[in-house]
């Protein structure tokens, strides 16, 4: 790079004024006109154009798709959920907080009483203006009796709810939680939707882009909201987004041309598809990671030694050169992201221990198991295999049953006693350990109850004191380490890849597919 491109991108990042940019000029060798005729062209080059079509595979189909909040659980639903909805908060790329439709929030001491003070002059898709009672309503139909809502874990605490005004809402919790900004930032089911509105009615929401045509297990067609609230965003004229589950098929789409952005690149991929001058891989470590879930509930592994031995059967450090091909960090039975502050990183590694294993294993008294596999956990297979040959030398007998993708998280997961599954990152330990493991989650897939842990999640979300917290949640962890039904092999980067048309595409550590952004940020070149 030469240093006069250098200090343009300076300018471009805002790092550098137009004008001392002027000023070095004739350091850089460069004449008036010339300088001036580089700004222009950066200019040019940074401002998007409207237009185009991008078509989007993500890993997951299945004929459960949905468009209603409460029903989402896949990845392909976060990705239509970004595009159709807006949530009140945002997370930047540090994971800190942004407005959204909430232009700001605040709470008292305690953590139980918040006020939410919603943008003004909002519009959804149909026309009608956002309200504090909309909010009020999508929020509800998370926690209102008979919800199924993979959210309502995050919201159970919420005792009531009002509008203060037109613009303003006032939550009440029953029990502290000072990571509530996060649950609206992050999770992907808490797309504001229009008081009223019912799973069957036409898809309705603030998002940059409005629903034009869906068939579940198959597409939807997500064509620019003309009124969107942000006028410097949404430069795409449309998005087509299908699942995929094979990665191969994926590949091949983006290759040809067929598709123009794809979802969880396999790590073994990522070499030949950045060889690819057509192509561009875009990669950032999360804390995204592969679990191997057991219940805890239904035997075999209901038994205590059952789920150690298997713990201790797993070869972390090869599963994860062999499977990420180091694209990630090896992990240790606990689903916090390592880069949360609230992870014990103290609790020392669980490696691979073939004593133990067998100890374990002849205590429980079993001939074999059996581990269910599918193609909707991308890479599960494979690392499955690696645990049956591991295993072997254990004297643990590992059978590997395949099933299909579609309907694998509807049909298969959280009903059998050993499968393997895959999380998105969460910005904080509460947000992850109340979603997958606590007793009464809809989404605890080991099925594991401990009051304890219980406990010290309602502990952990009212403490404001940092030390205190990370105490708290270290116990936490340990429980679910030393106890617990899910084995947490490694970490992996989320890494995706688009072709060379798709502008300004910036990988997030809050979640595949940029977390959202793509939506708001990338642009077609020569649309």
Not at 2 to 10: A, F, I, K, P, V
Not at 41 to 70: H, M, W
């Amino acid at each position: 790079m030469s240093l006069s491109n250098h200090y343009l991108d300076l300018v471009r990042a805002g790092k550098l004024s137009r004008r001392d940019f002027m000023s070095l000029a004739g350091t850089l060798g460069l004449t008036a006109a010339a300088a001036t005729s580089l700004l222009s062209t950066a200019a040019a080059a940074a401002t998007p154009s409207r237009g185009g079509t991008v078509k989007i595979a993500t890993n997951y189909s299945g004929s459960e798709e949905s468009f209603d909040p409460t029903k989402m659980d896949n990845a392909t639903d976060a990705q239509r959920s970004y595009q159709v909805y807006n949530r009140l908060c945002n997370l930047d790329r540090n994971m800190q907080l942004v407005p959204n439709l909430a232009t700001s929030w605040e709470s008292k001491p305690g953590a139980k009483e918040w006020t939410f003070v919603l943008r003004d002059g909002v519009e959804f898709h149909n026309g009608k203006t956002l309200t504090a009672e909309d909010v009020i309503y999508a929020i509800s139909e998370h926690i209102k009796p008979g919800s199924r809502s993979p959210a309502k874990p995050y919201l159970q605490h919420i005792s009531g709810m009002k509008a203060d005004g037109k613009n303003t809402v006032k939550i009440e919790l029953s029990s502290g939680s000072a990571d509530l900004p996060y649950v609206f930032a992050h999770d992907f089911h808490m797309g504001v939707v229009p008081a009223g509105w019912k799973d069957g009615d036409p898809v309705v929401g603030t998002g940059p882009y409005q629903l034009a045509e869906f068939t579940p297990g198959l597409r939807s067609v997500a064509k620019r909201f003309p009124n969107y609230w942000k006028p410097d965003s949404a430069w795409v004229d449309e998005f087509i987004t299908q699942g995929i589950a094979d990665m191969t098929a994926r590949v091949a789409g983006l290759r040809s041309g067929d598709l123009d952005v794809v979802m969880a690149l396999d790590p073994r991929l990522v070499s030949l598809v950045s060889a690819d001058p057509r192509l561009k891989v875009a990669e950032i470590a999360s804390g995204s990671h592969m679990t191997f879930a057991m219940l805890c509930d239904m035997a075999p592994t209901n038994d205590i030694n059952v789920r150690m031995a298997l713990k201790y059967a797993f070869h972390r450090e090869v599963l994860l050169k062999t499977v990420l091909l180091d694209h990630g960090q090896v992990g240790n039975d606990i689903p916090v992201s390592p880069a949360i502050p609230t992870y014990a990183h103290d609790i020392p590694q669980r490696d691979f221990d073939a004593d133990k294993a067998a100890f374990y294993w002849k205590k429980a008294g079993i001939s074999g198991i059996d581990l269910v596999v599918s193609k909707a956990v991308g890479n599960g297979e494979e690392a499955g295999l690696i645990l049956q040959a591991h295993a072997a030398t254990c004297g643990i007998n590992v059978g590997i049953k395949r099933v299909p993708a579609d309907g694998y998280f509807k049909d298969t997961w959280m009903k059998v006693p050993f499968c393997v599954s895959g999380w998105n990152a969460r910005p904080t330990a509460d947000l992850m350990l109340t979603l997958g493991y606590q007793s009464q989650a809809p989404w605890n897939e080991t099925h594991w109850h401990n009051e304890r842990f219980d406990s010290l999640l309602a502990q952990g979300r009212v403490e404001l004191d940092d030390a205190k917290r990370k105490q708290i949640y270290r116990e936490a962890e340990l429980l679910l380490h030393d106890d617990g039904g899910v084995i947490v092999p490694f970490f992996n980067n989320y890494i995706d890849a688009t072709n060379s048309r798709v502008q300004n595409f910036k990988p997030s550590p809050a979640y595949q597919l940029s977390a959202g952004w793509m939506y708001e940020e990338v642009s077609v070149a020569n649309a």
